[in-house]
């Protein structure tokens, strides 16, 4: 932000966060029957499990 990186460890570490947090959301909303709200936290909790192991990569290849 403002020119600066995010380093990839916090990127990943928020993105995984991110993850676990939808896919609580997700179970959550499973468990009362709300199909929209199931879908819609599921995606997102989809998008950050893969936008982590992206910046996982980004992490390891650091050298």
């Known amino acids: 932000m403002f020119g600066r990186r995010v380093p ?6 928020l993105s995984l966060l991110l993850a676990v ?6 179970f959550r909303a499973y468990s009362i029957h709300n199909m929209l709200a ?3 936290a599921g995606i997102f909790a989809v998008w950050f499990a893969v936008d982590a ?3 996982f990569s980004w ?3 650091k050298p």
């Open 38 to 40: 199931t879908a819609i």
């Open 8 to 13: 990839p460890n916090v990127v990943f570490l």
């Open 21 to 26: 947090v939808c896919g609580f959301i997700a």
């Open 53 to 55: 192991v992206r910046s």
């Open 59 to 61: 992490v390891k290849r």
